[in-house]
Nanobody, 116 residues
Framework: QVELVESGGGLVQPGGSLSLVCRAS????????MGWYRQPPGRDHREMVA????????FYADSVKGRFTISTDSGENTVSLQMNSLTPEDTDVYYC?????????WGPGTQVTVSS
């Protein structure tokens, strides 16, 4: 069982920056991948924001390319998301994700609000 704990959400003005951090615990094996997802209002599923594999391959949603950067510290089992040039459209609950084998794990989510 993997437990994920997010931190770093909050309120920021448009054009500002935030950094999210997720720490994973409970696994004795390396995680296959970690990432960040969000669920926009009115949608019934979460959408990928950024994703990084154990090998270091990164993937980004088109809407955040060039603004967000995902990184990991495998020794600490953490994944971070640096978010720059934030817009009100980035407002959402951001969920940390991790995959171990064929099993997905989710954090409880952290609210990001972009508003003046």
């Amino acid at each position: 069982q993997v437990e994920l704990v997010e931190s770093g959400g909050g309120l920021v003005q448009p054009g500002g920056s935030l950094s999210l951090v997720c720490r994973a615990s409970g696994s004795n094996f390396p995680l296959n991948a970690m990432g960040w997802y969000r669920q926009p209002p009115g949608r019934d599923h979460r959408e990928m924001v950024a994703h990084i594999t154990r090998e270091g391959r990164t993937f980004y949603a088109d809407s955040v390319k060039g603004r967000f950067t995902i990184s990991t510290d495998s020794g600490e089992n953490t994944v971070s998301l640096q978010m720059n040039s934030l817009t009100p459209e980035d407002t959402d609950v951001y969920y940390c994700y991790a995959r171990l084998g064929a099993t997905d794990f989710w954090g409880p989510g952290t609210q990001v609000t972009v508003s003046s």
